[in-house]
């Protein structure tokens, strides 16, 4: 944590401009540091905006949140003006003192605030997050998104304006993941408030993202609100697949791929199919029902293994087309290679290699090696369906590194399809870096 946030305002590092507003700021500062007591972090401010602590920006760092990016890197910040708890509110002001947005505060992060609001009249409260969740529902509603299935991503976190909150729907049952101190700061209204639009069965919370331990925040998971029923399960695509909301991973399923899986099916007639990192068999089920002649699935986790055998089960697929390893699929891959076994279409859908660009280059080493892999074992004709899911690898930079693992593997390949997250995982103009899924379809040479 930077030093600067916690400068007095009557520091001599203080921003030396003085607009209205600003001038304003000293008076009240000046005011407060000797007379006021900080609010507990539970108990909202009031909507009086001149009662909220604020957190100035150096001059000329105010830019991206003009462009209405939400983030507010430590970098960015001259100093902070009140004493405002993790996850509270603060008003963002640029160096001469001008409102910029309501934002949640987090001295514990390299994000030290997120923007709720670039309008000063609206401050977060409970009205303002019925709002916002209500907004979320009513563009799903609106494009008719659960037409495919009963499970859906009903608030995709920045993307729908309400950053660190994630909310996925798995038939009735919620599952709620906060990933920043301001979403856990309103955890209990966006509960409630989740309850009254949608009224489910039960609101299961899994805050046990990896983000977390960025936000200093720690790991919390259980039901929120009524019970949480013994079998959960989705349909998608007329699929039905059993989802371990408590123990899976992410909130227990990949709603994200929803449409891609779907479309891999569409293409698997009479092939046989290799499925890496399967999870818990989402393309191996839409590969058998769409004809294939084998399917080989590959994970680490002997526990999404046996849900995937369980879904095949449960869709009445034939069992006998299935081979399940439960292996690393950087050496299962080697052993395919050495076997000399062929595939028809391969599925390579890693976790996060790179949840940050800090992460690219060593991404970038194991992305080339599972797709170098893959080129190889694919006949001619084949078709390559491979995935990052990284938030540090750009779409430009994942092509490049399939582009070079397509050349050290000696094949010539086409992109026949790039492919994205579904539309219930929105991306803002505004933050690109909702963008996090990206996919190619590539095609061999014959
Ligand atoms: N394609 C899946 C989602 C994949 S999620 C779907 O559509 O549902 C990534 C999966 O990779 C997880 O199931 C995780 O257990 C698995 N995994 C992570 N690292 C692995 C490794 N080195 N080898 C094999 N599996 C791995």
């Known amino acids: 944590m930077s030093k600067e946030k916690n400068r007095s305002p009557s520091t001599p590092h203080r921003p030396s401009q003085g607009g209205r507003d600003f001038r304003k700021r000293m008076q009240h500062g000046q005011q407060q540091t000797a ?36 983030w507010v890197f430590s970098g960015a910040v001259e100093c902070l003006d009140g004493a405002p708890a993790p996850g509270d509110t603060v008003a963002v002001r640029d160096a001469e003192g001008s409102f910029l947005a309501w934002a949640a505060y987090n001295p514990n ?33 609106a494009l008719s998104l659960g037409q495919n299935s009963d499970g859906m991503r ?35 209204t966006l509960a409630d408030t989740l309850q009254e639009l949608c009224a489910p069965a039960c609101i299961y919370e899994r805050s046990d993202s990896d983000g977390r331990e960025r936000e200093g925040l720690p790991k919390r998971c259980g039901v929120l609100r009524g019970a949480l029923p013994e079998n959960v399960a989705v349909t998608e695509h007329g699929l039905r697949f059993a989802v371990d909301v408590a123990g899976g991973q992410k909130t227990g399923f990949y709603l994200d791929q929803r449409d891609n899986r779907a479309f891999t099916g569409t293409l698997a007639a009479d092939r046989e199919v290799l499925n890496c990192f399967c999870y818990t068999g989402g393309f191996s089920l839409y590969a058998l029902r769409g004809g294939a002649k084998s399917v080989l699935s590959i994970d680490a986790s002997e526990a999404a293994l046996e849900l995937a055998r369980r879904n095949v089960a449960l869709n009445g697929g034939d069992g006998k087309k299935c081979e399940w390893w439960c292996a690393d699929v950087f050496e299962g891959l080697r052993k395919l290679r050495d076997q000399n076994r062929k595939f028809d279409l391969i599925v390579l859908d890693p976790p996060k290699f790179a949840p940050t660009a ?34 540090g690898i750009n779409d430009e930079l994942f092509q490049k590194i399939i582009a070079g693992a397509a050349l050290d593997a000696g094949v ?20 690109p870096e909702g963008a996090y899924l990206k996919g190619l379809v590539l095609r061999v040479a014959g």
């Open 35 to 70: 007379t006021r007591t900080p609010q507990a972090p539970s108990e909202p401010r009031p909507g009086n905006p001149s009662a909220q602590p604020a957190l100035f920006l150096k001059a000329g760092r105010e830019k991206s949140l003009l462009r209405r990016h939400p």
């Open 412 to 431: 010539d390949a086409q992109i026949v399809k790039k492919l994205h997250a579904a539309a219930d995982h929105p991306v803002l103009l505004s933050f």
């Open 358 to 391: 800090a992460f690219a280059e060593k991404a970038s080493r194991a992305y080339k090696d599972i797709n170098l892999l893959g080129f190889k074992l694919l006949r001619p004709g084949g078709l390559l369906f491979t995935y990052s899911c990284s938030g």
């Open 109 to 141: 992060s390299q994000i030290t605030a997120r923007a709720w609001s670039w309008d000063e009249r609206e401050t977060p409260d409970s009205d303002f997050f019925r709002r916002r969740i209500g907004a979320a529902l009513e563009m799903r509603r």
């Open 154 to 188: 009903l608030v995709h976190g920045e993307s729908d304006g309400l950053p660190g909150l994630i909310v996925d729907r798995y038939g009735d049952v919620l599952v709620m993941q906060l990933g920043s101190a301001g979403a856990e700061r309103w955890r209990d």
